[in-house]
């Protein structure tokens, strides 16, 4: 991993996005100085990822906190609800933001002043970004030694979907934070990455990663995947995930569930990367989780182009759910769990 490239960026006490719509081709911060500009920056992908969408959002609240003159709990909790509707479906959002509301009102009740409350989420944020250093070094040495029992004598041929490396979590990252660190160990031979449409997250953002890892790649598009794997092209794919509920179902990026549905079919390892955050046991199953529906311009056309007729109607699901029964494990930062063992993942999240 690169340890010198940061999405997210504290500094003279405003926050600084990276933002990755206009990546591979430029690179450019965006000065976020309100509430409203972190939740709209969210809503509008110039920060994405689980992990970055939560510490983005903790910089978001304590810009908040410092703008007001006086704060208290329903305050407090209309402007946290205000951040967590900007993107309802990654379950780090709220999580980090709830976190910020009982820090806000523990802030309040104990007397201290909005300076010393908007401080303190500051270096809550900080704490956040070191602690997903540490978690997701954990996660992709687990996946590692995981994979080295499975294939122990060659170097892999590997896949993911979506952006889950260092623009995705601030830090190594979780699936292909899995991919770098068995890079480091020189364990890797290929990778293949979905292009991930409509917003090309594959494309754009995960092959920036990759080339500047010097990791070799070849992007493909999602209808390839059967090829890919019928072919024997791919020894294991590793996915990131936006929410998992208690059965071991999980939401990630559109077309996550079908690329799963062919790995089973194919009998490739198809493996979910994620921390402690990411899951959701209040929730019995995916069916509960509402999946977010973007606009219809993201598909009939790119960059103002128009692809499509005029007035064509499009379906953009951000993310889709995967049946637990077509994961092969789910890597957490406490270890792997087996989806297929009713009750596994409940347990080894309240271990």
């Known amino acids: ?20 719509r206009k990546l591979p081709l430029e690179e450019i911060f965006v000065e976020v100085k309100t509430l409203k500009d972190c939740a709209l920056a969210i809503k509008d992908m110039i920060v994405r990822g689980a992990p970055c969408i939560g510490f983005s959002a903790i910089y978001g609240m304590a810009l908040w906190i410092k703008s007001q003159k006086s704060v208290d709990e329903k305050s407090t909790r209309f402007a946290c609800d205000e951040m967590i509707s900007a993107r309802p ?43 997903s ?7 992709a040495e687990i996946g590692f030694n995981e994979l080295n029992k499975l ?57 920036f990663e990759l080339a500047k890892e010097n990791i070799p790649y ?11 794997l019928s072919h024997n092209k791919v020894d294991a ?9 208690a059965n071991g ?18 009998n490739i390892p198809f493996y979910v990367v ?8 209040s929730i019995e199953s995916g069916k509960e989780i509402e999946i977010e529906l973007r606009p219809m311009e993201e598909i009939t056309e790119v960059k103002g182009i128009k692809l499509s007729p005029a007035n064509a109607q499009a379906v953009n699901p951000s993310f889709d759910v995967t049946d637990h029964q077509f994961i092969t494990g789910i890597i957490c930062e406490k270890g792997l769990i087996n989806p297929a063992i009713k009750g596994d993942l409940v347990r080894v999240v309240k271990s």
């Open 1 to 20: 991993m690169t340890n010198s490239y940061r999405p997210i960026i504290w500094k003279d006490e405003t926050l600084y996005l990276l933002d990755q």
């Open 89 to 131: 479906t990654a379950v780090n959002l709220s999580y980090e933001v709830n976190r910020c509301y009982e820090l806000i009102t523990q802030g309040i009740k104990s007397g201290h002043s909005l300076s010393t409350i908007a401080e303190t989420l500051v270096n809550f944020g900080h704490a956040q970004f070191e602690h």
């Open 133 to 139: 250093q540490r978690i997701n070094t954990k996660m």
């Open 151 to 207: 294939i122990p004598d060659r170097n892999w041929n590997l896949m993911t979907h979506c952006n889950t490396g260092f623009l995705a979590c601030g830090s190594i990252g979780t699936a292909l934070g899995v991919i770098s660190y068995s890079n480091t160990k020189n364990r890797v031979n290929h990778v293949y990455a979905d292009e991930t449409r409509p917003y090309l997250q594959g494309s754009r953002l995960t092959a």
């Open 218 to 228: 070849s992007l493909v598009v999602e209808g390839a995947a059967s090829y890919l």
């Open 237 to 245: 794919i590793f996915v990131g995930a936006d929410r998992i509920a």
């Open 249 to 266: 179902d999980t939401a990630n990026k559109v077309g996550t569930s079908t690329l799963a549905i062919v790995a089973k079919h194919y």
């Open 274 to 281: 994620a921390p402690l955050s990411s899951f959701d046991i």
